[in-house]
């Protein structure tokens, strides 16, 4: 590229990126020593908690803090009534857009309750225990309405909105004329496929630390994705300069886009600071998680294609409808997948949109990613069995050389090899063609496998290099570790472009007095602060040339600066090596402790364009402006056995192959790929918030009844990435791992299940009652 | 979780005294379903009453067959050879049940007092007749998939969510009761429990401040040979859809003797004479296992999205049957 050098060019020299270094945080972590965000002791601290709402529609019409209020440490009691009012709200548009916030409503701002769960009262008393009994003590009395629970209630109204996601994505999209190719379509085909309400649920809660430094000046230790965007969102609520807001947030137990967005605890909890005058800590329940930081939500997709008898796709007709919020047009863009996946000439989208008594649902694990390939990949499925074509070689007559949606060239793609190494390691050949016909025992055997996508999104970031002349260096990004080795990849980067080793690299993140970085969602994080890093380090390798070639000490004096390269630290003529010094000796002689770099790291469309992006946001429209169609491909390949007459489905083996471009650190890579994929196992099989349907209202909002896969139901899996080189992405060629190991998932245990059975399951997740209930198709 | 009192006790007339004569107060063991109800605010007692250094203990042989303790652990039971070897439902039950945490805390008569994971019963927003008497069961047209099919009523379908209930109902366990006065007296399991009826509040024979002081197993050819098969939504930690306790004695094709108990469905354990009938006598072939199972759930009423457990019921205790038979 020529807006920035790339890594893989200009560093010759093996290092340690790329090697399955041990986590730097692991010893820390392991010995109690990592501090997360609700574990800060500031002195004077009392704690929060919340009162929420038992109704899902009406209005709060008394509150009754008397009895609450005479209980032993309790400090104070807000309510509508007496919260410090705020510069804005998002309660009207313009304030929205200014907070960035995921939801056009914050609770107790009125008496007005839109959905179970919603905070109506936050009790700040000297200890947790005491504000917990105190908010069991508050009475609220409400004049209720009747609630609608879903799209699926005969009283909700349904719209097409114009758009979606927060208004990223459109609500219809068409390409070609989908109708009349499936008119004249060979092969026609309809399914239906619902997906069950899916809660995050990272193991570390929502929680937030508030002090306030100042009347002006807040710090707040935050459980984030993101520092930048939450300090954002919080200046905007409380209409102070950026730099009065101090964001922290050095571990984090989990996210999975849940904390990508700032919601209404935080900004609830930094005013009860403002109104006690001390620091308050509140650290939602795990039933309040079900109904404080969104949900993956509720929906049915039908998915229609015509193809050729040979196979071949003609057209594709996806429409979604899903519940949304009494006032966001909120839905995962599934149909984005869809439209990319298969080299399909037609394509049309319509969504469809119910409002609920629900908060609004969020990026949730792989958004719309997940739920959208779901669809199309079962589809393909169903079009091989019945053309009697293998699932495999269906997609290979498909395969899209070049984007359909944009007819960009692909920046790589190495789908092929994926398929071909899953297939190998997998052992696909030894599949018996048809469905239902395997058996072990009593248990029918079945093999399925899909396909995973992910887009790149355009994003930036900044980071900060300072190389001591002792030999170690300080390297700073604003960035998060949701968990998944943010720490330990960048400090194989910045080794690396030091010529360190990584024991002499400290890396520092999570602060908004760091330089900038994104968002830790959308796979965005390892690509965008890894080249941050490298480019701060080109930076200061710049500086250090500079003197070297000023200084008639120095075996450079003199050179031309583009004659000199850097190897391990040390300087020297390209040309000739051996002339030349390690950057030690040039600093102790000129007397410098350190020398200092930044970088600003361009990932996506806007390292290709030149153009930056808006960093807040990891899409805009540079992304149509790119040469390229940037993706992250890959295939899974699982095995189930099922239990006919109880119903049970085990995923018995799995294979994971992915292309995503370099990989940062081989073995935090493979474990992000394990814990995606179960994550969509989980989706596949059990996981599943049920609200009941006449009061609105979770029913099993607890880890006891909203069930996650455990360890006995997870087997051995293999995960391997193709080797691929990105020259499109960025200057360290890195697509990021976080969300395409989930894409594809559901479907292949789908498909497993369909091979096991000949039943065709498509109503998430595919517990026993399914299997048993479900008829051939 | 309101502000509570807290007393241990080694004697049981002194513990069974504390809770008798104070308003409010309730015994607590392993504290593993109490605790839980109490941070819900499902059950709010002013005083806690600990026994677990009440002396009901020990895991012996004994002329009526194997008596354990009430504060014995459900992992040290589980893990007994004798139970492994002479009880294997009661030991399978045991370890299938909750994880090894919580099964190293909680105590064999507190499991037997376990509460429903009826959601609706979970949380106090909700109106629930066994939690507020009169104020209705919206399970009966809500979310109910994993509700009881067997012994509900208008008032309450919430399911027993006990293992080794199940696995004690079949196999004819009796139960030694101590109340204040020392006063004790003998309970068959299959009575301990009660259907909900018109007082779903009511889930035990257990009078206030009555102690379950031990469990009683009679040794039998059926107990030696029996299982406990449990189905659920995940491979582990999870509470039964179904499960079947199932104890048989065969001679020679033909079933002597048999013994089966459903749980997952049932309002209470699920003991079912009318399955045992049929096998008695009959041959042990699929054919006697499926008329058994058909028996056990004559008397279903399923709602919507529990209807599956009919079937599901049947198929958990035919396949318990067959492994049984062929073992």
Known sequence: ?777 | MNNFSYLQTAQAKDATAAVTGTKGAAFIAGGTTLLDLMKLNVENHSQLVDINLVPFKGIEQTADGLRIGALERMSDVGEHPLVVQNYPAVSQSLLQAASPQLRNMASIGGNLLQRTRCGYFRDVAFPCNKRNPGSGCPAQDGENRNLAILGGSKACIATHPGDLSVALAALDAVLLLENAKGKQRRVPLVDFHVVPGTTPQRETVLEPGELIVSVTIPAAAHARKSMYLKVRDRASYAFALASAAVGLDVQGGQIRSARVALGGVGTKPWRSVAAEKILTGAPATEATFRAAAAAAVRDAQPREQNRFKVELAQNTLVRALLELSAA
Not at chain 1, 277 to 293: E, H
Not at chain 1, 398 to 408: F, I, V
Not at chain 1, 616 to 625: F, H
Request: hydrophobic share 35%.
């Open chain 1, 1 to 777: 590229m020529e807006n920035e050098p790339a890594f893989f060019e200009t560093s010759p020299t093996p290092g340690v990126v790329g090697q399955p270094l041990n986590r730097v945080d692991g010893r820390d972590k392991v010995m109690g020593k990592a501090k997360y965000s609700a574990e800060y002791p500031l002195p004077g601290l009392v704690y929060g908690v919340l009162k929420t709402s038992d109704i899902a529609k009406g209005r709060i019409q008394s509150i009754d803090t008397s009895l609450a209020l005479k209980e032993p440490g309790v400090v104070q009691i807000l309510t509508h009534l007496n919260l410090p009012k705020l510069a804005k709200t998002p309660n009207d548009p313009e304030g929205k857009k200014a907070i960035g916030a995921p939801m056009g409503f914050l609770p107790m701002t009125s008496d007005v309750i839109h959905y179970a769960g919603q905070p109506v009262a936050l009790i700040v008393a000297d200890t947790f225990e005491r504000a917990t009994q105190a908010a069991a003590l508050v009475r609220v009395s409400y004049a209720a309405e009747a609630p609608i629970a879903a799209y699926t209630d005969k009283r909700a109204e349904l719209f097409n909105p114009e758009k979606i996601q927060d208004g990223k994505a459109d609500g219809y999209t068409r390409r070609g004329d989908a109708r009349a190719a499936l008119a004249s379509a060979p092969i026609k085909m309809t399914a239906v496929y619902t997906h069950a309400i899916n809660h995050h649920n990272p193991m570390e809660p929502g929680s937030t630390t508030a002090i306030w430094e100042a009347p002006d000046r807040v710090t707040v230790y935050e459980s984030t994705q993101g520092v930048t965007r939450t300090q954002k969102s919080l200046s905007a609520y409380l209409g102070l300069p950026q730099d009065q807001v101090r964001v922290i947030t050095k571990f984090l137990g989990g996210g999975f886009g849940c904390k990508g967005s700032c919601w209404p605890h935080t900004v609830l909890t930094v005013q009860a600071a403002k109104a006690v005058g001390r620091p308050v800590k509140l650290v939602l329940s795990r039933k309040q998680q079900f109904t404080s930081m969104g949900h993956r939500e509720d929906q049915t997709q039908t998915l229609t294609l015509g193809a050729s008898k040979e196979g071949k796709l003609l057209a594709l007709i996806h429409e979604k409808t899903s519940t949304t919020s009494p006032w966001d047009n909120y839905a995962e863009a599934n149909s984005k997948i869809i439209n990319l996946l298969y080299d399909c000439p037609t394509f049309e989208s319509h969504y469809q949109l119910g409002r609920a008594n629900v908060m609004t649902s969020t990026f949730t694990r792989a958004p719309g990613e997940a739920p959208g390939s779901f669809a199309i990949e079962c589809s393909m499925d169903d079009l091989a069995y019945q053309l009697g074509i293998d699932p495999l070689e269906i997609r290979l007559r498909n395969y899209a050389e070049k984007d359909p949606s944009t007819g960009q060239p692909w920046s790589s793609k190495s789908l092929r090899q994926c398929y071909a190494r899953g297939a190998e390691l997998f052992g696909w050949s030894k599949r018996n063609p048809k469905a239902g016909a395997t058996r072990n025992g009593r248990l029918l055997v079945g093999y399925g496998m899909a396909t995973a996508s992910y887009p790149v999104h355009n994003s930036q970031g900044t980071a900060r290099v300072r190389l001591y002349a002792d030999g170690h260096a300080v390297v700073q990004a604003g960035a998060t570790d949701l968990g998944t080795g943010t720490y330990t990849v960048m400090t194989q980067v910045a080794a690396d472009s030091l010529g360190l080793a990584p024991d002499k690299i400290r890396f520092e993140l999570g602060d908004t007095k760091l330089p900038t970085a994104p968002n830790s969602g959308g796979s965005v994080a390892a690509g965008t602060v890894s080249s941050s890093v490298y480019m701060a380090a080109q930076d200061v390798w710049e500086r250090l040339t500079k003197m070297a070639i000023k200084d008639p000490k120095s075996p450079l004096f003199q050179a031309k600066a583009e004659d000199v390269a850097v190897e391990k630290g040390r300087l020297q003529l390209k040309k000739n090596a051996s002339k030349g010094e390690d950057f030690m000796a040039l600093m102790k002689r000129a007397g410098l402790d350190d020398v200092e770099g930044t970088g600003q790291g361009k990932y996506g469309a806007g390292y290709e364009t030149g153009r930056p992006s808006n960093p807040a946001g990891p899409q805009n429209n540079t992304e149509s402006e790119a040469k390229h169609s940037m993706h992250s491909f890959g295939a899974h390949f699982c095995e189930v056995q099922v239990d006919p007459d109880l119903g049970t489905v085990r995923v018995t083996r799995w294979v994971s192959v992915h292309g995503a471009g370099r990989i940062l650190n081989a073995k935090t890579a493979r474990s992000q790929i394990i814990g995606g994929s179960i994550f969509g196992i989980g989706a596949a099989l059990m996981e599943a918030t049920a609200r009941d349907p006449h009061y609105a209202r979770y029913t099993n909002a607890d880890l006891g009844d909203y069930h996650i896969p455990v360890n006995a139901d997870i087997p051995d899996m293999t995960v391997e990435f193709i080797d691929e080189h990105d020259p499109y992405i960025n200057a360290m060629g890195v697509k990021g791992i976080g969300e395409i190991s989930m894409v594809g998932v559901s479907a292949a245990v789908a498909n497993a299940v369909f091979h096991a059975t000949g039943k065709r399951v498509r109503d998430l997740p595919i517990t026993p009652d399914k299997i048993l209930g479900t008829k051939a198709v």
